[in-house]
C-alpha cells in the first residue's frame, strides 16, 4: 500500500519524485531555502518571490531562485506564513497523503500513550499535518481546521473517511475558531458533529475519569498536553492541595487520592461545573472556588493560610514576544505569592504555557520569586508536554508547556 510507506519521517517520501509536479511552482528567496535547510517547515511571506500563481490551500511546489527543487508546502494566500512544507518530493495527491499520515499519527499514539484513551491524535506540524489537529476523548474525536489547504472538501472528506475506518469513533466533532478562519480569509461556519450523534462521553486519564461534552469547554475539551504532568504531581502530592488555574479539575483530581485536603481554583465557572461533575465520577472530595487567582492567593496568604503542594497552570501570559516582560512578570508575582504559603517541605508544581517563555526564563523568575520569600528550591523535574504532543527539535515552535516541580524549604 502506497500509504504505508509514507512514515513519520520526510525524508522516506523521497521515492514521490516521479512524474512532473503537475502544481503551482512557488519561488523563495534565499533566506527561505536557508530556513528550509534548518528543518524548519516554514516560508515566511516575506520569503516567497514568486507564489506562481497558486490559489488558496493549493499544494506547490517549492524551489530556490536557482530552480533547485526543495519540496512541497500547502499554501495559504492570507498567513504570515504563506508555506508550510509537507513533503522533500513532489505530492501527487494529497488527500491521500493526509490519509497515510492520520495512520502514522495513530500508530505513533498506541505505541507510546499508556493509560489513556483520550490523547491528541495529530499535531499539526508535528505530524507533518501542519494546520490540522484531532483531539480523541475516549470513542469522540474532536477537530480543529487551521489553514486554507486543510479546509479543502477532498482533503475534509480523506480525514473522515480515514479517521472513521480506523478508529471507528461514535461521532466526529468539529470546534471552530472563527478568528482563525477570518485570518486565513475561509468562511465562517459553525462548530458541530460532521458524524454521529453521541455529543458526551467519559474519558479515562491514568485511571481518573473525566466528562467531555463535544462543543463546549475551551481548547477542543481538555488539556491533553497535561496528561503526564498530572501523574508526575500525583506522586509528589500530599498534605494540603492547591489547584490554581485548574480547569476541569485535572490537577485536583490527580492528587485527590494522595492528599488530606484539595482545592481548585479558576476564575470560570462552567470550568467549575464540569470540574464538580468530574469530583463525582471519581467519588472524590474537591473544593472548588470561583475567583481570580492573583487576588485569592493574596487573601490566602495574608490571612495566614498555608498548604503543602501548590499547581500553578495558568493561562498562557505571553501571547507574543511584545508581551514578554509584562508576562515574566506575571509569573513572578505568581509563585511569589504561592511561596507565601507554602510549608516548608512542601511541592510547587510550576507551568506554563506561552511558548515565547523560555524553560530557563521560567526556572529564572521562579528563583527570583523564591529569593524575594526568602525560600530555597530544589528543582525536582523539568517537564514538557505528554509524548502525544510530539516536539520536532527543528520546528521550536512545537515546543510549547513547561512544567516544573520543585521542593521548596
Ligand atoms: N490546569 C488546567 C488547565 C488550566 S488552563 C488543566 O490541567 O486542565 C487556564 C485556566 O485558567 C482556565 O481554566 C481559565 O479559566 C483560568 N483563568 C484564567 N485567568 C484566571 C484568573 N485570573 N484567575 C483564575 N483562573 C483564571
Known sequence: MTADRARLSPPLLAHEKTAAPPIPKAVITQRGVD?????????YRSDVASTGGAGPGAVVAVSAERGRFLGSALYSSSSQIALRLISPGVVPDFPALLRARVGNAFAYRERLVQDSDAYRLVFSEADFLPGLIVDRYNDILCLEILTQAMDAEPVRAALLAELSERLRPASIAERVDLHIRELEQLPPRASGLLLGSKTSTVFTMNGVHFQFEAGAGQKTGAFLDQRENYAAAARYGRGEALDVFCYQGGFALHLAPRCTRVTGVDSSRPALEVADKNAALNGREVEWIEANAFDLLRDYASAGQQCDTIVLDPPAFAKSRK??????RGYKELNLRAFKMLRSGGTLVSCSCSYHVSEGEL????????????????LLEKRSQARDHPILPAVPETSYLKCLIFDVS
Open 35 to 43: 530556513r528550509l535547510r534548518s528543518g524548519h517547515v516554514w516560508v
Open 323 to 328: 508581551n514578554l516582560d509584562t508576562a515574566l
Open 363 to 378: 526556572i529564572d523568575v521562579v528563583t527570583d520569586a523564591a529569593r524575594d520569600a526568602h525560600r530555597t528550591l530544589r
